[in-house]
Every structure is written in C-alpha cells, then in structure tokens.
Nanobody, 127 residues
Framework: QVTLVESGGGSVQAGGTLRLSCQGS????????VGWFRQAPGKEREGVAA???????SYADSVKGRFTISKDNAKNTLYLRMNSLKPEDTAMYYC?????????????????????WGQGTQVTVSS
C-alpha cells in the first residue's frame, strides 16, 4: 500500500520561507515521477513543481526562481523549499507520485498523470 504524508505547512508573512516534506512508503521515489501540486479554495488543483523519473526538474512559471523541489531517495522523502512567499501562494499543497517518464511540464504539471496522492498540508501567506 502506497502512502504519502505531507508536513511543513503553516502560516507565514509575505516574503517568508517554508519547506514542505512528503514522506513516502510503499513506493520508491527513485523510480517514479514525483511532484507538488496546490489547490486554493474555489480553484482547480495546479502543478507547482516536479521531478521526472530521470531526475530532471520542472516548475510552474508562477514559482520559478522562488521554489525548489528536491528529493532524498535514501529517506524516500520529497521536499519543496518555498522562498519569497506571496499571498497568492496560499493553498493546500499536495505531493503526488506517478509511474513512467513525463518528459515535459504539460504531463508533469497535470494531476491526471499521477496515481498516488497525499492528504495535503496547508500553506497560508499573509500580506
């Protein structure tokens, strides 16, 4: 059974920093695509950042230069470091895992590409 558990969310002021973690069990991050998504109230879930099965990273334009995705295969943990946070980054953040090679952001940024999801961690950024 695959389980993804996010942590590290919280409330910060604009310009602040948070680091999210996603602990995986029942799967191997080394062989999967993994990504972070977010969903704000009344909005669709959107891709934030991803690591393809070949190790390449990709980001949504809205977070490029501010967010960094990384993983520790030995710990089976995925991270998202978020710098220079803005109020519009406020959302529930989810980690996800999928099989295969996404190849490009069009795939990696789509929720439908992923088969396993965590329960989410809330990030709130105040102005």
């Amino acid at each position: 059974q695959v389980t993804l558990v996010e942590s590290g969310g919280g409330s910060v002021q604009a310009g602040g920093t948070l680091r999210l973690s996603c602990q995986g069990s029942g799967l191997t991050y080394n062989n999967n695509c993994v990504g972070w998504f977010r969903q704000a109230p009344g909005k669709e879930r959107e891709g934030v950042a991803a690591i393809d099965s070949d190790g390449s990273t990709s980001y949504a334009d809205s977070v490029k230069g501010r967010f960094t995705i990384s993983k520790d295969n030995a710990k089976n943990t995925l991270y998202l470091r978020m710098n220079s946070l803005k109020p519009e980054d406020t959302a529930m953040y989810y980690c996800a895992s999928g099989l295969g090679n996404g190849g490009n952001w069009w795939n990696l940024g789509r929720p439908g590409f992923y088969s396993e999801w965590g329960q989410g961690t809330q990030v709130t950024v105040s102005s």
